[in-house]
């Protein structure tokens, strides 16, 4: 689904392990500026990834064998949503493949914060709305959904 079925989301595919590896060594070199400008405002783990990427530890892609950037372009009203919904909807049809999949929000905060990662990977300009995914096989099977908070409904 997407907004007015306009179909705007638009998927590029990285199969090859050297160039996934490349976009996470990115990420890493962004989350490692980012916190030596402004240390006391990024997140408490931007070190501790950096730190894990120097000792050769990939804690950005896990070393996922295939990464996928949906996005769409600044003309699609609805963009954000289309992008989630696609991304939610790969995410449901992977599973019922056996694949898995890992939405990789360090790679968006890369994409969001670097013209360098966003030139590396190949994201258009006029593409703000965007988000990466991660597909790989899984090395465990869960056979129950993780504990939920209850959710906050108000019926009127």
């Known amino acids: 689904p997407s907004g007015g079925n306009r179909q705007p989301v638009e998927w590029m595919v990285f199969t090859d392990a050297d160039r996934i590896r490349e976009i996470a060594g990115q990420t890493a070199e962004w989350m490692r500026e980012v916190t030596a400008k402004s240390p006391r405002s990024v997140p408490p783990y931007f070190p501790l990834i950096v730190r894990a990427w ?30 989630t919904l696609a991304l939610s909807y790969l995410d449901l049809a992977a599973r019922k493949l056996g694949l898995g999949t890992c939405w990789a929000g360090r790679v968006e ?31 465990r099977k869960y056979y129950r959904a993780p504990e939920r908070k209850a959710p906050k409904i108000t019926w009127k």
Not at 57 to 81: D, F, H, K, R
Not at 117 to 123: A, D, H, I, K, Q
């Open 54 to 83: 120097d000792m050769g530890y990939n804690s950005v892609t896990w070393s996922a064998p295939v990464l996928i950037v949906a996005s769409a372009a600044q003309e699609a009203a609805t963009g954000m949503i289309d992008v």
């Open 109 to 139: 905060g890369a994409l969001k914060g670097s013209a360098a990662v966003r030139e590396s990977v190949g994201l258009p300009d006029g593409d703000p709305y965007h988000y990466p995914m991660m597909i790989g096989y899984p090395k």
